[in-house]
T-cell receptor, first 117, second 114 residues
């Protein structure tokens, strides 16, 4: 079974430029997460999707970040314009969740390492 | 506010010995606690979890212990193997907004020396 796929793996851009990341979750997984991991820190949630609906975007800096998950499968995360502080690894994770209060395993992709110069 | 803390950024252990990774948390409302393992250039992978109503969960060489009164959990790896060398993230989960919201610690880099 293929895991979570992310592209690109690495991206270097100048500040004020736009950038986009793509994620293809595990087939059949209805829930998709985007996390940001700063150097020396753990992943921090940016946005959570249930199918095509963003159900938790409270941590997404909406002035410059946007995300979409068309048709409830692939997702893109965009930053426009990028700032120096956006340098981080952006992780996508997916899971199959049935809506109870149970804990569901999240499967992570390898991440996109963004460097803003 | 760092709700999940891993105070040791790194740990070195000899192969065959026990590795003990520690984690502290501040929010008594967490329902589950998890450990993730991360190799370089890969995403974190789930290792083991424990419900807040238990104090121990074991899976092969990995055992997680939970001390709720101390708000402390630990991961024991026995025996440690070179392939266990990775960054280990402690995480805690709380049911909020209709789903289990996971908060990660900062990670502990484990090196198992052959």
């Amino acid at each position: 079974e293929a895991g979570v796929v992310q592209s690109p793996r690495y991206k270097i851009i100048e500040k004020k430029q736009p950038v986009a990341f793509w994620c293809n979750p595990i087939s059949g997984h209805n829930t998709l997460y985007w996390y940001r991991q700063n150097l020396g820190q753990g992943p921090e949630l940016l946005i959570r999707y249930e199918n095509e609906e963003a159900v938790d975007d409270s941590q997404l800096p909406k002035d410059r970040f946007s995300a979409e998950r068309l048709k409830g499968v692939d997702s893109t995360l965009k930053i426009q314009p990028a700032e120096l502080g956006d340098s981080a690894v952006y992780l996508c994770a997916s899971s199959f969740e049935t809506g109870s209060s149970s804990l569901y395993e999240q499967y992570f992709g390898p991440g996109t390492r963004l460097t803003v110069t | 506010d760092q709700q999940v803390k891993q105070n040791s950024p790194s740990l070195s252990v000899q192969e065959g010995r026990i590795s003990i990774l520690n984690c502290d948390y501040t929010n008594s409302m967490f329902d589950y606690f998890l450990w993730y393992k991360k190799y370089p250039a890969e995403g974190p992978t789930f290792l083991i979890s424990i419900s807040s109503i238990k104090d121990k969960n074991e899976d092969g060489r990995f055992t997680v212990f939970l001390n709720k009164s101390a708000k402390h959990l630990s991961l024991h790896i026995v025996p440690s193997q070179p392939g266990d060398s990775a960054v280990y993230f402690c995480a805690a989960s709380r049911y909020s907004g209709g789903y289990q919201k996971v908060t990660f610690g900062t990670g502990t880099k484990l090196q198992v020396i052959p």
